[in-house]
């Protein structure tokens, strides 16, 4: 990925989405550089695209999106900067397409996901890990990283009661 403005091809990513509903990856560039800021967009090929084995054998489509919540979930108000998420995404994602050519296993994309986030942070990843570990399928996990969550707020709204 080149600079259009001064051809250099170094270059970091600041921000990257889905875009056209998950068919295609949206990425800001910052130019190295010249310090200018670009927009790639890489589409996702058809045969490359995964599909996730449940734990109940039924097949869905592999969602980027999905693990990028997953870890924003675990990281909730943990130090952990929206660019160092959204690149363990692009890392985690990559790995899977690398290793699994057609269908990979819910529960080792749960693994990776933890693997990965282990090297971040440790309280978000014994967050993921432990709920993952039970359910070991990435839509229970979500919800029920929903419902610790939304417990959590109510004790600390029940500890400030307390305080007055
Ligand atoms: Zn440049």
Known sequence: MRCPYCNSKDNKVIDSRAADGGDSIRRRRECLKCSRRFTTREHVEQRARLVVIKKDGTRVPFERQKIQTGLEKSCYKRPIA????????????????????????????????AEHLKKIDQIAYVRFASVYKEFRDLDDFLDEVKEVLDSRQQESLKDQDTLF
């Open 82 to 113: 929206t660019e160092t998420l959204q690149a363990m995404t692009d890392q985690v994602e990559e790995e899977l397409h690398r290793k699994y050519e057609r269908e990979v296993e819910a529960i080792v994309i749960g693994k990776t996901v």
